[in-house]
C-alpha cells in the first residue's frame, strides 16, 4: 500500500487500548494500523517518545457568538485554530437561534460564518430558543439535516433564551422520537434574577457578587429539575458544563436507575475554585456557571474516575479586557464567558493522567471517543481505526508549556491559566489526513475544515457508554 502520511513509532492510546504501532493514512482516512509501516515516501511524522491520540472532540464552543450586547472574540478562524493547538480535530458549536427563525434558517447562517474560516471540523448542536408548532415539527427534520442534538436554556430570561418547563418538555418529547439528544442550562433563572437584584439594590456590583448569585443550589435544583422532565418525556439529556457536586449527584442517581441521563464538565471547573472570585481579574472568570468550591472541583473529578459524567468540552466562549470591562461598574453586565478549547487535553492530562486520577484510556475517552458516541460521529471520529477520520493527535507527554496568553492562540489578551504550567502538549495535530498544527504553527489554509453531519443516536449506543465506564 502507498500512503499519504505515516506516523511512526508512537505509542497509541485509544479509549480501549495502548499499544505501539505505526498509523497509515491515505487521503483523508486511516487505511493501515501496523506494528510497521514503510513510509515509503509518504510524509513521515516521527512520534518516539510520544502519545498517538484520536483527535479531540470540543462538544461546547460558541465561536462568533452574539451573546449579551456583544460578540464573542474568536471568530471561526481563530477558535479553531486554538482549538487545533489543543489537540482538538472537531468542534460542535452552538447555532443560536433567532426570534421567529426557523432552525435551517439557523444552520444556514452558520455555516455561512463557519464555512471559510474552520481549520478544524465541525459540527452543530442547535439552540432552541423561539418554541411554537411550526419549530417543533423542524426538530426531526434537523436530526435528518445532520443536528441530533439541541440545547435549551433554562435560565437568561432577559437575554430572551429561556424556554419554560412545558417548552423544554415537549422539546425533549419531540427529540427522543427522533433518535436526537437534548443539552440543558441548568440554573434556576428565578433564584439567580432574585439574589442579583437584591445585591445591586445594596450597590454590590463586583464580581464576587456575580457568583454569590449563582450558589451551587441554583444548579441543583435545575439538573433535577431537567431530570424529571425528562423521565417524563422518557427522553435521553445531557447537562453541558456542570460545576457542581449536587449536579453530579443527582446525574449519578438517574444513572444509577438506568436512565439515559449525561453531563459535561469544563477544564476551569476541574482546575480553579471560588476564590478566584477575589481576585484583580475576577471579571475574566466570569461565566455561567460560575466556579464553585473545592468539594465541587473533587466531585466532579470523583465524577469522571467513576465514569458517571462522560465527557469535558470548553464552553469556550471568551471575550477580551475591553469587552469584560462593559461590567466593570455592575457584575451583570460583564460578558459571560471564558477560553478553554486549547486546556481541554493539556489540563486533562496535567491535572488528571498525571495525578492519577484517570487513566490515559479514560483520558481519551472522555476528551473523544464519549463525545464522538453521544453526538452521533462515531466511529468516524473518535477512535483510531482503519476506516476512521484520519484525526489524529501526537501529544509530547514531557513538553511544559506555561499557559499565558502570550503561548495560547485565542485572540483574546488574557489568560486564566496565566500563572498555569502544564506538563504534557499536543505538538502536531491532523484532521482528515491534513497536518493543521505542528508545535503551535498553522499550516493549512482557512476552510480547510468541513461541516460534519451527524447521524441519530440511539439510546442502547449511548447507555453503552455507563456500563463499566470507569477504567
Ligand atoms: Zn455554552
Not at 22 to 28: F, K, S, T
Not at 168 to 175: G, K, P, Q, T
Not at 303 to 315: C, F, K, P, Q
Request: net charge negative; proline share 4%.
Amino acid at each position: 500500500m502507498k500512503f499519504d502520511l505515516v506516523v511512526k513509532n508512537g505509542t497509541i492510546i485509544t479509549a480501549a487500548d495502548t499499544f505501539q504501532a505505526d498509523i497509515g493514512v491515505q487521503g483523508e482516512k486511516i487505511t493501515a494500523v501496523a506494528q510497521t509501516i514503510a513510509p515509503d515516501g509518504a510524509k513521515l511524522i516521527e512520534a518516539k517518545g510520544k502519545y498517538v491520540i484520536p483527535g479531540a472532540i470540543d462538544g461546547h464552543t460558541h465561536m462568533e457568538f452574539p451573546f449579551m450586547s456583544t460578540t464573542s472574540a474568536d471568530d471561526f478562524h481563530t477558535g479553531t485554530f486554538a482549538a487545533a493547538c489543543g489537540g482538538v480535530t472537531t468542534i460542535m458549536d452552538f447555532a443560536l437561534q433567532g426570534k421567529g427563525e426557523s432552525l435551517m434558517q439557523t444552520a444556514r447562517n452558520w455555516h455561512a460564518k463557519a464555512d471559510p474560516k474552520v481549520v478544524t471540523d465541525y459540527g452543530l448542536h442547535m439552540i432552541v430558543r423561539d418554541l411554537n408548532d411550526h419549530i417543533l415539527a423542524e426538530l426531526g427534520e434537523m436530526v435528518q439535516y445532520g443536528i441530533p442534538s439541541f440545547k435549551v436554556f433554562t435560565t437568561y430570561r432577559k437575554e430572551g433564551l429561556l424556554l419554560d418547563d412545558g417548552a423544554i418538555f415537549r422539546v425533549m418529547e419531540e427529540v427522543r422520537k427522533h433518535n436526537g439528544i437534548v443539552g440543558l442550562h441548568c440554573e434556576n433563572n428565578d433564584l439567580i434574577e432574585t439574589l442579583m437584584a437584591g445585591f445591586l439594590k445594596e450597590k454590590k456590583t463586583s464580581p464576587e457578587y456575580f457568583r454569590k448569585s449563582k450558589p451551587a443550589e441554583v444548579e441543583g435544583e435545575a439538573v433535577q429539575r431537567a431530570i424529571m422532565l425528562a423521565r417524563c418525556a422518557g427522553a435521553p439529556m445531557y447537562v453541558v458544563h456542570m460545576s457542581t457536586q449536587y449536579g453530579r449527584n443527582r446525574v449519578w442517581e438517574a444513572q444509577q436507575e438506568g436512565l439515559p441521563v449525561y453531563a459535561e464538565t469544563c477544564p476551569h471547573y476541574l482546575v480553579f475554585a471560588d476564590e478566584v472570585y477575589q481576585r484583580k481579574d475576577a471579571a475574566n472568570f466570569v461565566m455561567s456557571p460560575p466556579i464553585k468550591g473545592a468539594a465541587d472541583r473533587a466531585a466532579l473529578w470523583a465524577g469522571l474516575a467513576n465514569g458517571d459524567i462522560s465527557t469535558v468540552a470548553s464552553d469556550h466562549c471568551c471575550f477580551t479586557t475591553e469587552q469584560k470591562k462593559m461590567g466593570e461598574d455592575d457584575f451583570t453586565k460583564i460578558p459571560n464567558g471564558v477560553a478553554g478549547t486549547e486546556a481541554i487535553l493539556p489540563i486533562l492530562f496535567s491535572e488528571g493522567v498525571r495525578k492519577n486520577r484517570i487513566s490515559l484510556n479514560l483520558w481519551v475517552r472522555i476528551t473523544s471517543y464519549n463525545p464522538a458516541k453521544l453526538f452521533g460521529l462515531y466511529p468516524r471520529k473518535g477512535t483510531l481505526s482503519v476506516g476512521s477520520d484520519a484525526d489524529i493527535v501526537v501529544f509530547d507527554p514531557d513538553k511544559k508549556v506555561p499557559m499565558t496568553a502570550k503561548n495560547l492562540h485565542s485572540r483574546i489578551d488574557h489568560s486564566i491559566y496565566e500563572e498555569y504550567t502544564a506538563t504534557g502538549w499536543p505538538v502536531a495535530t491532523i484532521v482528515r489526513g491534513q497536518v493543521v498544527q505542528e508545535n503551535g504553527e498553522l499550516k493549512v489554509d482557512k476552510g480547510w475544515g468541513k461541516y460534519i453531519a451527524r447521524r441519530p443516536v440511539t439510546e442502547s449506543e449511548t447507555l453503552s457508554l455507563l456500563v463499566g465506564a470507569a477504567t
